[in-house]
C-alpha cells in the first residue's frame, strides 16, 4: 500500500519561495505516476503538476514558469519548487499517486497524502 506524507508548507510573503517534499513508501518508482494537487477554501481541488516515471512531467497553466516538479527515486521523495509565489496559490497541497495500470491517468489518483498548508500574502 502506497503512504505518501507532504512536509514543507508554511506562510510566506507574494514573490516568496517554498518547495514542498512528499516522502513515498510502499511503491516500486517505475510503476507510478506522481502528483502534486491542491485545494483551496471553497473551490475543487485541482491538479498543479505530474511527474511519471519516464520523466514526462505537466503543469497547470496557472503554474507554470513558477513551479516546478521533481523527484529523487533514490529517496522516494518528490519535490514541488514553488517560486514567485501569489496569493492566489494560497491552498492545501496534496501528494498523489496512481498506478501504471491500463489507462491511467496521472490526475486521476488513488493515493493521497494528508496535506500541508500554503499560505501566501500580500
Known amino acids: 500500500q502506497v503512504q505518501l506524507v507532504e512536509s514543507g508548507g508554511g506562510s510566506v510573503r507574494s514573490g516568496g519561495s517554498l518547495r514542498l517534499s512528499c516522502a513515498a513508501s510502499?511503491?516500486?518508482?517505475?510503476?507510478?505516476?506522481m502528483a502534486w494537487f491542491r485545494q483551496a477554501p471553497g473551490k475543487e481541488r485541482e491538479g498543479v503538476a505530474a511527474?511519471?516515471?519516464?520523466?514526462?512531467?505537466s503543469y497547470a497553466n496557472s503554474v507554470k514558469g513558477r513551479f516546478t516538479i521533481s523527484r529523487d527515486d533514490a529517496k522516494n521523495t518528490m519535490y514541488l519548487q514553488m517560486n514567485s509565489l501569489k496569493p492566489e496559490d494560497t491552498a492545501m497541497y496534496y501528494c498523489a499517486a496512481v498506478r501504471h495500470t491500463f489507462g491511467y491517468s496521472c490526475y486521476n489518483p488513488n493515493a493521497w497524502g494528508q496535506g500541508t498548508q500554503v499560505t501566501v500574502s500580500s
Open positions: 510502499g511503491y516500486t518508482n517505475s510503476n507510478y505516476c
Open positions: 511527474r511519471d516515471s519516464d520523466g514526462s512531467t
